[in-house]
Structures are given as structure tokens and as C-alpha cells.
């Protein structure tokens, strides 16, 4: 199993990004997608997750009305549109896939089995 993260970069407050994460290798029965967030001297945090069948999402409270997390079955991708970025959502973004994730810990990421390397995401103010 292999997940790709791409499309981090430098914006300014206000600004839009999508960042995207390609997978392979995943049969996609009973998966959950996720992206987390780890910004220096803090821990990893959830940041938004999908249901791949079904397409259930869920969301932190601090991205939620901004960013949205959605999945493209045709390209084994997942994406999470973020809009009104803030300085404080600067950290490196990494996808995860957690098999047989019950609902209740779709924010814990020790839930998840698979996870890519991640891309940078800084917002300037």
C-alpha cells in the first residue's frame, strides 16, 4: 500500500489550496481516508476524514466550514480543498488509510495502518 501527498506550497492568509493524495495497493473494503497535520514542536492532529464507500466525512472543529475533503473513486485519490487558510493552518499535511475505522475513532491516528509522506503547507500573514 502506498499513499503520494502532493500540492503543498507558500500562500498568503485568505488564499485557497487543494492538496491531494494519490493511493495504490488498497482493496478499499472498509477504508477510512484521512488527513492529518503536524506543525512544528506540536503533534500530529486530525484534520478532516472520508468514508471511501459511502463517502462519509468528518472534520476538526478548527477546519470545519473551511477546508473539505472529498474522493475521486475513478483515481484512487483523495483531496482536501482547503479555502480562508490561516497562518495557524501552517504544518505538514499527510494522508492516512485506516482499515475497519469505526466512526467513533475516526479522529484517532492510531486507528490508521497506512501512511504517506507528507507536504508542506505554509500560510503567510
Known amino acids: 500500500v502506498q499513499l503520494q501527498a502532493s500540492g503543498g506550497g507558500l500562500v498568503q492568509a485568505g488564499d485557497s489550496l487543494r492538496v491531494s493524495c494519490v493511493t495504490s495497493?488498497?482493496?478499499?473494503?472498509?477504508?477510512?481516508l484521512g488527513w492529518f497535520r503536524q506543525a512544528p514542536g506540536k503533534e500530529r492532529e486530525f484534520v478532516a476524514g472520508?468514508?471511501?464507500?459511502?463517502?462519509?466525512?468528518y472534520y476538526a472543529d478548527s477546519v470545519k466550514g473551511r477546508f473539505t475533503i472529498s474522493r475521486d473513486k475513478a483515481k484512487n485519490t483523495v483531496y482536501l480543498q482547503m479555502n480562508s487558510l490561516k497562518p495557524e493552518d501552517t504544518a505538514v499535511y499527510s494522508c492516512?488509510?485506516?482499515?475497519?475505522?469505526?466512526?467513533?475513532?475516526?479522529?484517532?491516528?492510531?486507528?490508521?495502518?497506512?501512511w504517506g509522506q507528507g507536504t508542506q503547507v505554509t500560510v503567510s500573514s
Open positions: 472520508i468514508r471511501w464507500n459511502g463517502g462519509a466525512t
Open positions: 492516512a488509510a485506516g482499515i475497519g475505522v469505526i466512526v467513533s475513532s475516526v479522529r484517532d491516528r492510531g486507528q490508521y495502518d497506512y
Open positions: 495497493g488498497l482493496t478499499f473494503n472498509h477504508v477510512t
